[in-house]
């Protein structure tokens, strides 16, 4: 188990014009082997632990268009 001690800086998407977006904490992925994901409408809820290089592969899906059909 890997303890946090890195406070998380939450990001959204620049597209996220409502607020209702999911949010990401990668400044922490160095120190703890995971991205933290959770629901900016219910910041004080659960935050599900994505292992890093996953999130950067389904980052990089984004970016190459790979979920653009779905």
């Not at 592969?57 to 653009?68: C, S």
């Amino acid at each position: 188990m890997t303890t946090e001690t890195t406070t998380r800086q939450w990001v959204k998407s620049s597209y996220s014009n409502s607020g209702s977006c999911v949010e990401w904490a990668p400044n922490t992925a160095a120190t703890t082997g995971t991205v933290p994901v959770r629901d900016s409408k219910n910041p004080g809820g659960p935050a599900l632990g994505v292992h890093a290089a996953a999130f950067a592969t389904f980052v990089a899906g984004v970016k190459a268009g790979d979920f653009d059909t779905v």
